[in-house]
Nanobody, 116 residues
Framework: QVQLVESGGGLVQAGESLRLSCAASGIILGANIMGWYRHRPGNEREFVAE???????AYADSVKGRFSISRDLFKKTADLQMNSLKPEDSAVYYC??????????WGQGTQVTVSS
């Protein structure tokens, strides 16, 4: 059983920063990719950022230059540093882990609200 627990969400003003953390636990067949997705009201869940086991990263165009993803392989954590936040970044943010055989696991989500 793989569990992902997100933390670090909250309410901030536009232009401020937040750091989200995701901690994985359980029997994990490798943690090939860890990533962050978000679900904004009225929209589909969308990709935000991901990082591979080798440290390769990818970002959605909407967050490039503002968000940065990092991970600690030993601690099985992945953090998302979010700077210069905008009201349109308000969403529930979810952590995802893809193991070495392609199974995806999701956290419960953490709310981020950015006021203008």
């Amino acid at each position: 059983q793989v569990q992902l627990v997100e933390s670090g969400g909250g309410l901030v003003q536009a232009g401020e920063s937040l750091r989200l953390s995701c901690a994985a636990s359980g029997i994990i067949l490798g943690a090939n990719i860890m990533g962050w997705y978000r679900h904004r009201p009225g929209n589909e869940r969308e990709f935000v950022a991901e990082i591979t086991k080798l440290g390769g990263t990818a970002y959605a165009d909407s967050v490039k230059g503002r968000f940065s993803i990092s991970r600690d392989l030993f601690k099985k954590t992945a953090d998302l540093q979010m700077n210069s936040l905008k009201p349109e970044d308000s969403a529930v943010y979810y952590c995802k882990l893809r193991d070495d055989i392609g199974r995806d696991f999701w956290g419960q989500g953490t709310q981020v609200t950015v006021s203008s």
